[in-house]
């Protein structure tokens, strides 16, 4: 079978276990216009390779073939375009120490109680406009107790997220839903009430696994009300158990799980279903400058 890749390319694969006419047939198509390919064995037959590229355009094209040629024999792959695998990542312990090495420096020299102050969810002062306290006070936490539960948190169910949207979604989404559930909090509190603490942004993370995954989206596995049975399980576990604390901010948690259930159902319904590595990267860049931009505003003053 014919290789148009070099040795750096790196291949996606679209269908598996082809007959010998099926990839004949898609050779021609993907020849005429003008596609690189080539075929492996795999199976009982033969599996089809593209560059990560074309893979949409090599969709189309072998789709348009079948639609305009119904009666050619066995015309239809025997197994559905494989979905590119969950990307590797090790941002969740990236995330974990990032909160750790916020702690070491808005806890030195004394500074804790004043920091908390100045960046914590304060409702009045969320609601009086300084909404930049929603993402800073993600980042804040009373002590290394605190600290540690939400490391973890983050850390699996992060990486759990990034699996599933990507790496850059995921971040931005988390913190946007992080944020959103200080802002909602803030808003059912009214006055004199003051939150920190990554947990909110865990259960936003909870509730955007569970959200991206109540409408089927075509070519994944995970659809539908069954799928996000696990996340809501998840979700009142947590809460049941950090619930005990007297010190737990119920309500915070709450607003972050719901605001990402939220959010994550109008991802999958408004987002693209597919996003490349470059704009994953570009997404990932914006939630950082979020948070940097939000903690610029707390060290100007506002």
């Known amino acids: 079978m014919r290789d148009d890749f070099s040795a750096q ?48 355009q090599a969709v189309a094209e072998i789709e348009e073939f079948n639609l305009e040629n119904p009666l050619l024999e066995d015309h239809r792959p025997r197994s559905a375009p494989s979905l590119p695998p969950p990307p590797r990542t090790l941002t969740g312990a990236a995330a974990a120490l990032l909160l750790l090495v916020f ?8 500074a804790h109680e004043a920091m908390i102050m100045e960046a914590g969810a304060h409702a009045a002062r ?3 406009g300084e909404y930049w306290r929603t993402v800073t006070a993600l980042t804040l936490h009373a002590d290394a107790r605190h600290l540690a539960g939400n490391m973890l948190g983050i850390a699996v169910f992060g990486t759990l997220l990034c699996r599933r949207v990507g790496v850059g979604a995921a971040w931005l989404l988390i913190v946007l839903a992080g ?28 509730g955007l696994l569970g959200g991206v995954r109540v409408f089927p989206v075509e070519g994944t596995e995970y659809s539908g009300a069954r799928s996000w049975l696990l996340p809501a399980g998840a979700a009142f576990g947590l809460l049941a158990m950090l619930g005990s604390d007297v010190q737990t901010d119920i ?52």
Do not use: K
Not at 103 to 110: A, Y
Not at 180 to 203: E, P
Not at 274 to 288: D, F, G, I, K, P
């Open 9 to 56: 390319d790196e291949p996606r694969s679209l269908w598996d276990n082809l007959t010998s006419h099926q990839a004949d047939r898609y050779a021609l198509v993907l020849a005429a216009v003008g596609i690189p390919y080539r075929f492996r064995r795999s199976g009982w037959g033969w599996t089809l390779e593209v560059l990560e590229r074309d893979a949409s």
């Open 103 to 110: 702690h070491l420096v808005t806890s030195r020299d004394g």
């Open 126 to 128: 969320i609601l009086e």
């Open 179 to 206: 944020a959103g559930g200080n802002l909602l909090n803030a808003w059912l509190h009214q006055a004199g009430f003051l939150s920190i603490g990554a947990s909110t942004a865990v259960f936003a993370a909870v």
């Open 251 to 302: 309500g915070a948690h709450l607003m972050g799980c719901v605001v990402g259930f939220v959010l994550g159902i109008a991802y999958t319904l408004l987002g693209p279903c597919q996003v490349s590595e470059t704009r994953q990267n570009h997404l990932l860049l914006a939630a950082l400058a979020v948070i940097a931009g939000s903690w610029w505003l707390v060290l100007e003053g506002g």
